[in-house]
């Protein structure tokens, strides 16, 4: 799995969860710009005015993709292609599509070929680096992020941040392995402690513990709570960017190296971990294990049975979901109540929420008689600012459907725009806790099993 050290930190807040334009006025840079916003509304408006060309069905995949509709987003890409081979956004476009699937070898395929069409543009280099991460290739990887930083025009501040601290991580382990794993075969079940609907477990840090941590899929990372990283003693090898719900969407996260972390016999070695300084938080837990660190397992939270169950075995039952791998985040396409998006499936949510964009789709929006209302929702961010009460809500998938006893929507549109696609909500453990879920990350799917 993606060993990008780069914190983002969506789950475990107190009631849910937790690119480069000139001055040309052309369309192509006019959408470049808008994209580069997150003014998706405008470039959709501009694509309506621009006449049918290859760049032009390659902007429209690029529209579909940071609207969720991935199979559009393919269809468009490979449009573009068939009408002109060197179109360069539509590869950067399948070498999208190909890294959510955990398809790394196809993805810098595609992203190989964007750069070599247009060596200047930024984001390529960005994304790049993310796949060679992927085929362990750190030399690649610390030559596309400082392309990325050397070509940067300054208008994408979060990226040049997780780029900076990308290098100084590859700096301070040199061409040593990290975050390697030693277990038995088959290790030993994982007892797990279930506490306001969030799953806990023990983990030992340097030999020291047991501590008290978050069983998480919605953190892209494992993290610590500061106070437990000064009480370790660990120093700081860089900061970045935490993004999550409330206040402005995201902090600064300090990143640390542990010399080992421990839950029950399985040892990961030399691991970089992020941080948190949320103080309703830091109440709760210790850390935060976000399961991406374990992907090279077969991962099974056992709801029912209260375990974490490890194996290399796949899971061969053919009631697999396809889901979406973006930044380590999964992404399950499902409905509420008959709209269509894509929810994160975060076990360290105590609730599932919807979007506000979501809600609005459903009719329902601040001037909503009854739909306002104050629960005082925290995140990494800070306070969450609106919060909307909705009507009974279903969320269906393509293998389960659970009524939501209260369905609530909040802003995750800085985590939308962190992830580069529409987040319509999140699954979490009242979608969740009658199942063992199962994921498989290389397959990019899961299963809900009763």
């Known amino acids: 799995m993606s060993r990008r050290h780069v914190l983002i930190l969506v789950a475990l807040t107190s009631s849910a969860l937790a690119v480069c334009a000139g001055p040309q006025a052309t369309p192509a840079n006019n959408l470049r710009d808008l994209?580069?916003?997150?003014?998706?509304q405008q470039a959709e408006a501009v694509l309506l005015r621009t006449p049918r060309s290859a760049e032009s069905l390659a902007f429209q995949g690029e529209v579909d993709f940071r609207?969720?509709?991935?199979?559009?987003?393919?269809?468009?890409?490979q449009a573009a292609i068939q009408m002109n081979e060197k179109t360069a956004r539509a590869h950067f476009g399948l070498g999208k599509l190909a890294l959510a699937k955990v398809n790394s070898k196809t993805a810098l395929t595609e992203f190989r070929r964007a750069i070599a069409l247009d060596p200047m543009e930024p984001l390529y280099h960005f994304h790049a680096s993310e796949a060679t991460d992927l085929e362990k290739n750190t030399a690649e990887t610390r030559k596309h992020l400082e392309e990325f930083i050397r070509l940067d025009r300054h208008d994408d501040e979060d990226r040049l941040i997780e780029a900076k601290a990308a290098l100084a991580l590859i700096a301070a382990f040199g061409n040593k392995d990290y975050g390697v794993v030693k277990a038995p075969d088959q290790p030993a079940l994982i007892p797990l402690r279930k506490t306001l609907n969030l799953i806990f477990a023990d983990v030992r840090i340097n030999g020291k513990g047991p501590y008290n941590f978050v069983v998480d899929t919605g953190a892209s990372q494992t993290a610590l709570s500061e106070k437990l990283a000064r009480d370790l003693g660990l120093k700081i090898i860089t900061s970045t960017v935490m993004h999550g719900v409330g206040g402005s969407g995201k902090t600064k996260s300090n990143i640390y190296r542990i010399d080992q972390l421990q839950i029950g016999d399985v040892s990961v070695g030399d691991l970089p971990v992020g941080t948190f300084d949320d103080p309703v938080i830091s109440?709760?837990?210790d850390g935060i294990i976000g399961t991406a660190m374990l992907a090279d397992f077969i991962i099974t939270i056992n709801y029912p049975e209260g375990r974490l169950e490890l194996s290399h075995k796949p899971v061969t039952t053919p009631d697999a979901i396809?889901?979406?791998?973006?930044s380590n985040m999964l992404l399950l396409p499902a409905d509420a109540n008959g709209k269509p998006g894509n929810f994160i499936v975060d076990t360290g949510a105590i609730t599932s929420v919807l979007s506000l964009s979501m809600a609005n789709a459903m009719g329902v929006n601040e001037k909503t008689p009854g739909a306002l209302v104050d629960l005082g929702i925290a995140g990494v961010g800070g306070a969450q600012g609106i919060t909307l009460m909705l009507p009974p809500v279903t969320l269906k998938s393509a293998r389960q459907s659970e009524a939501l006893s209260q369905a609530l929507a909040i802003d995750l549109k800085e985590v939308s725009r962190m992830l580069g696609t529409e987040v319509s909500g999140v699954a979490g453990f009242d979608f969740l806790s009658k199942y063992k879920l199962t994921i498989d990350y290389y397959k990019a799917e899961i299963h809900l099993s009763k």
């Open 35 to 40: 994209l580069i916003k997150d003014d998706i």
């Open 283 to 285: 109440q709760l837990a």
């Open 67 to 77: 609207k969720g509709n991935f199979e559009k987003a393919r269809i468009s890409y």
């Open 322 to 326: 396809p889901i979406w791998c973006v």
